[in-house]
Every structure is written in C-alpha cells, then in structure tokens.
C-alpha cells in the first residue's frame, strides 16, 4: 500500500480490489472490470498492482496452471488496458505491472516469467496505436525489501530494492512523459 499512502498526499486515489477496496474490481473478469470503471467514471491514472500465476515445477504444470497467469497476469491488464483506456482523461496513463521474473527467472517460475514477458512485449506493441495521448508502461520490479524475508529462498543472490524505489518507478509512469516504457528496478 506504499504506492497508495504515497499518491493520496497530492491525488484523490480510489483503491480496487477483488475483496478490499473502495470498488470491487477482478482483473481475471471482463465484466468485473468494465463495471468497476462504468461506476468510477473517468480517471486520470490506473495502476494495476494484481495478477497471479502458478509458482511450480514445469514437469508439474498443467495447461489449467498456465492458464491461471494467461487469464488473470496476462489477459487481466491486456482487458484493463483495453477496457480502461475509454474511462482516461486526456492524456491519462496505465501502469501495468510484472516483475524481474521476465529476464531473470528463478525455478518454479515458468508461468510467471512467460507472463511477464508477454505484458512487456505487449506494451512495447501498443505504445505503437496509442491515440488521445493515452499513455501505457509496466513496472517491472525486483525482489522488494518488504517482502524480501518472504521470498529470498526464491531469489538467491538478490539483492532487494527499497520501497522508495518501487514508488518511484510508479510515479514515473504516472507523472511523467513515458510511454511505451518497462521501467526496469532491479539490482
């Protein structure tokens, strides 16, 4: 929620999620998304900081496992993007979001760095038919210090980024000129 505290200093922030939040919103489902947005009304900036894939083994991954990513990770800010753009303002911005798993996998992550990089792929696509000066770049993060105790078995030899830093990747895409951007924070 640090990038939330951060932007509700100078920004009205209406906060979505599938369970908690202002308005009820699954990334995974069309017509989730397209009424959370109806019901917003037009916005200046979506971040989206949601999407799962399935952390196992490739010998152990189903179709149905990669499916989970390719619905919720992949298609759900491919749909965000497509859905919300109609619900910016002029010039607005979308921050999709992945993670460091796109060029440095670690095991048990296939699903995830296959997303990933697509959502990277995807954006770079994009940045090609932007109109109305919609804007669209991803944050890509590394093995963040909050969740560093969590993870580090997973990663390593990481070294964790700051939560100031994860911020500042998201305030990039937000306040600044980018688009078409993988804002890239790692170590």
């Known amino acids: 929620m640090k990038v939330v505290d951060h932007f509700q200093k100078d920004h009205d922030v209406i906060v979505g999620g599938r ?14 998304l397209s009424t959370a947005l109806e019901s917003i009304g ?12 399935k952390w196992e083994a490739f010998d152990n991954m189903t179709e149905e496992d990669f499916y989970i990513g390719i619905k919720s990770k992949l298609m759900g800010q491919v749909n965000l993007v497509r859905i919300g753009k109609d619900h910016l303002t002029l010039g607005g911005s979308i921050t999709l979001s992945t993670g460091i798993l796109a060029d440095d996998p670690v095991p048990l992550t296939t699903s995830a760095a296959m997303v990933n990089g697509a959502v990277h792929s995807f954006v770079r696509a994009l940045n090609l038919e932007l109109r109305n000066d919609i804007r669209v770049n991803v944050v890509s993060l590394g093995l963040v210090e909050d969740s560093y105790e969590k993870y580090k078995d997973y990663f390593p030899g990481h070294i964790p980024i700051t939560m100031e830093q994860a911020v500042g990747a998201y305030v990039k895409c937000v306040e600044g000129n980018e688009s078409g951007a993988i804002i890239k924070v790692y170590q």
């Open 19 to 32: 369970t908690k939040g202002d308005v009820q919103i699954d990334i995974a489902d069309n017509k989730s």
């Open 42 to 53: 037009k916005l200046d900036a979506i971040i989206c900081i949601a999407g799962e894939a």
